[in-house]
Nanobody, 128 residues
Framework: QVQLVESGGGLVQPGGSLSLSCKAS????????MGWYRQVPGDQRELVAT????????????VKGRFTISRNNAKNVSAKNTVYLQMNSLKPEDTAVYYC?????????????????WGQGTQVTVSS
Protein backbone atom coordinates (compact mmCIF):
# COMPACT_ATOMS: atom_id res chain seq x y z
CA GLN A 1 0.00 0.00 0.00
CA VAL A 2 1.40 3.37 -1.00
CA GLN A 3 1.84 5.85 1.84
CA LEU A 4 2.50 9.55 1.42
CA VAL A 5 4.28 11.36 4.24
CA GLU A 6 4.29 15.15 4.15
CA SER A 7 6.62 17.50 5.95
CA GLY A 8 6.95 21.25 6.14
CA GLY A 9 4.20 23.76 6.57
CA GLY A 10 3.57 25.97 9.55
CA LEU A 11 3.00 29.65 10.22
CA VAL A 12 4.50 32.40 8.08
CA GLN A 13 3.91 36.10 7.60
CA PRO A 14 2.44 37.46 4.37
CA GLY A 15 5.14 37.75 1.74
CA GLY A 16 7.14 34.96 3.31
CA SER A 17 8.13 31.54 2.03
CA LEU A 18 7.57 27.95 3.03
CA SER A 19 8.45 24.63 1.51
CA LEU A 20 6.62 21.34 1.63
CA SER A 21 7.87 17.89 0.81
CA CYS A 22 6.14 14.58 0.35
CA LYS A 23 7.77 11.17 0.18
CA ALA A 24 5.97 8.09 -1.08
CA SER A 25 6.75 4.64 0.24
CA UNK A 26 5.37 1.16 -0.28
CA UNK A 27 5.80 0.94 -4.03
CA UNK A 28 8.52 -0.15 -6.40
CA UNK A 29 6.97 1.78 -9.26
CA UNK A 30 7.51 5.37 -10.26
CA UNK A 31 4.29 7.22 -9.58
CA UNK A 32 2.93 8.76 -12.75
CA UNK A 33 1.72 12.01 -11.20
CA MET A 34 2.46 13.64 -7.87
CA GLY A 35 1.17 16.93 -6.62
CA TRP A 36 -0.44 19.11 -4.03
CA TYR A 37 -4.01 20.07 -3.30
CA ARG A 38 -5.34 22.33 -0.58
CA GLN A 39 -8.54 22.69 1.35
CA VAL A 40 -10.11 25.32 3.56
CA PRO A 41 -12.88 24.24 5.96
CA GLY A 42 -16.22 24.40 4.20
CA ASP A 43 -14.67 24.45 0.72
CA GLN A 44 -13.82 21.78 -1.78
CA ARG A 45 -10.30 20.52 -2.10
CA GLU A 46 -8.57 22.36 -4.94
CA LEU A 47 -5.57 21.65 -7.09
CA VAL A 48 -2.42 23.60 -6.34
CA ALA A 49 0.17 21.99 -8.60
CA THR A 50 1.05 18.65 -10.15
CA UNK A 51 4.09 17.15 -11.82
CA UNK A 52 4.36 14.02 -13.91
CA UNK A 53 7.16 11.47 -13.79
CA UNK A 54 8.43 13.11 -16.98
CA UNK A 55 8.57 16.54 -15.35
CA UNK A 56 5.50 18.18 -16.89
CA UNK A 57 3.99 20.64 -14.44
CA UNK A 58 0.56 22.15 -13.98
CA UNK A 59 -0.36 25.01 -11.65
CA UNK A 60 -3.53 26.64 -10.43
CA UNK A 61 -3.77 30.19 -11.77
CA UNK A 62 -3.80 31.54 -8.23
CA VAL A 63 -0.28 30.23 -7.51
CA LYS A 64 1.44 30.65 -10.87
CA GLY A 65 4.64 32.62 -10.54
CA ARG A 66 4.73 32.16 -6.77
CA PHE A 67 4.83 28.39 -6.22
CA THR A 68 7.21 25.89 -7.76
CA ILE A 69 6.67 22.15 -7.77
CA SER A 70 9.59 19.83 -8.35
CA ARG A 71 10.48 16.20 -8.23
CA ASN A 72 13.75 14.33 -7.98
CA ASN A 73 14.95 13.41 -11.45
CA ALA A 74 16.58 10.23 -10.27
CA LYS A 75 16.61 6.62 -11.40
CA ASN A 76 16.09 5.51 -7.82
CA VAL A 77 12.34 5.04 -7.44
CA SER A 78 12.29 6.08 -3.81
CA ALA A 79 14.04 9.34 -4.62
CA LYS A 80 11.88 9.93 -7.68
CA ASN A 81 8.72 9.44 -5.66
CA THR A 82 9.41 12.54 -3.62
CA VAL A 83 7.77 15.83 -4.51
CA TYR A 84 8.47 19.34 -3.27
CA LEU A 85 6.49 22.54 -3.25
CA GLN A 86 8.33 25.83 -2.81
CA MET A 87 5.88 28.56 -1.88
CA ASN A 88 7.00 32.18 -2.16
CA SER A 89 5.21 35.50 -1.75
CA LEU A 90 2.61 33.80 0.39
CA LYS A 91 -0.74 35.48 0.91
CA PRO A 92 -3.35 35.04 3.65
CA GLU A 93 -5.60 33.36 1.09
CA ASP A 94 -3.00 30.59 0.75
CA THR A 95 -3.92 29.49 4.25
CA ALA A 96 -5.23 25.91 4.05
CA VAL A 97 -4.45 22.30 4.76
CA TYR A 98 -2.17 21.09 1.99
CA TYR A 99 -2.50 17.49 0.88
CA CYS A 100 0.01 15.48 -1.08
CA UNK A 101 -1.51 13.46 -3.91
CA UNK A 102 -0.11 10.71 -6.09
CA UNK A 103 -1.49 8.76 -9.00
CA UNK A 104 -0.39 5.50 -10.50
CA UNK A 105 -1.74 4.45 -13.88
CA UNK A 106 -1.68 0.88 -15.18
CA UNK A 107 -3.09 -1.03 -18.09
CA UNK A 108 -4.36 -4.51 -17.29
CA UNK A 109 -5.69 -6.62 -20.11
CA UNK A 110 -6.07 -3.51 -22.25
CA UNK A 111 -8.12 -1.71 -19.58
CA UNK A 112 -6.63 1.42 -17.99
CA UNK A 113 -6.72 1.77 -14.22
CA UNK A 114 -5.89 4.67 -11.95
CA UNK A 115 -4.88 4.37 -8.31
CA UNK A 116 -4.99 7.64 -6.35
CA UNK A 117 -3.29 8.14 -3.00
CA TRP A 118 -3.49 10.95 -0.46
CA GLY A 119 -1.36 12.16 2.40
CA GLN A 120 -2.79 13.18 5.75
CA GLY A 121 -2.32 16.89 5.14
CA THR A 122 -0.19 19.62 6.63
CA GLN A 123 -1.39 23.02 7.81
CA VAL A 124 -0.08 26.18 6.16
CA THR A 125 -1.09 29.43 7.84
CA VAL A 126 -0.22 32.83 6.40
CA SER A 127 -0.89 35.54 8.94
CA SER A 128 0.72 38.55 10.53
Amino acid sequence: QVQLVESGGGLVQPGGSLSLSCKASGTIFSLDVMGWYRQVPGDQRELVATITSGGTTNYADSVKGRFTISRNNAKNVSAKNTVYLQMNSLKPEDTAVYYCHALRRTINGGTPHEYPYWGQGTQVTVSS
